[in-house]
């Protein structure tokens, strides 16, 4: 049996990190607005735990984005996908159990039903302001790109809104780049 790739991460302190990571299957599981609420509550509570500053995000309907910067001693980035995704997994699959969804048979990978993709997903230090930039402006397009809205700040789960001066219901950390 060939070896599995690894994936390289690197925790370099200072550095912003864009991180990607995806639905089972690229299941639109991300379209439920409980689901997106519990993302952002999560995102919040890890935020708090894990000492670090978001600085851009974006709920796809099969997929997230965030930019983040870590402001504590330990960046430990496997450590805060955990404690973001783990409590949407478990309130996502409960949801949809109880729901009698019938997605939730399409989320089995022969031992149990998963929420998100396994796997780290896309971990990338940011080393430059101008390399932050092109990512907010990146994550803040997604939606745009994928036709699902007009302008980035029509998107209810993004930050572009935020970016803009509205009122919003997650509070975004703008950096100073």
């Known amino acids: 049996m060939a070896e599995r790739a690894r994936r390289r991460v690197f ?3 200072g550095h912003a990190h864009e991180l990607t990571f995806s639905t089972y299957r690229r299941k639109r599981l991300l379209e439920d607005e409980t689901v997106c609420r519990a993302f952002l509550s999560a995102l919040d509570a890890a935020r708090k735990e ?3 500053q978001v600085w851009a995000y974006v709920l796809m309907p099969d997929h997230v984005h965030l ?20 409590p949407v997994a478990k309130f996502g699959l409960a949801t949809m159990r109880e729901l009698a969804d019938p997605r939730l048979q399409q989320l089995h990978d022969g031992r149990r039903p998963r929420f998100w993709q396994p796997g780290g997903g896309y971990d990338r230090n940011m080393h ?3 390399a932050c930039r092109k990512s907010i402006g990146y994550i803040h397009d997604n ?15 993004s930050s572009a809104a935020a970016y803009r001066g509205d009122d919003c219901d997650f ?5 100073t780049l």
């Open 50 to 52: 894990h000492a670090f």
């Open 128 to 130: 430059s302001s101008k």
């Open 11 to 13: 925790n370099d302190p």
């Open 143 to 157: 939606p745009v790109v994928a036709g699902l809205c007009a302008h980035p700040w029509d998107w209810e789960f």
């Open 171 to 175: 509070q975004v950390d703008f950096p």
């Open 67 to 86: 930019l983040l910067f870590p402001t504590g001693l330990e960046d430990s980035m496997a450590g805060i996908r955990q404690a973001v995704k783990q």
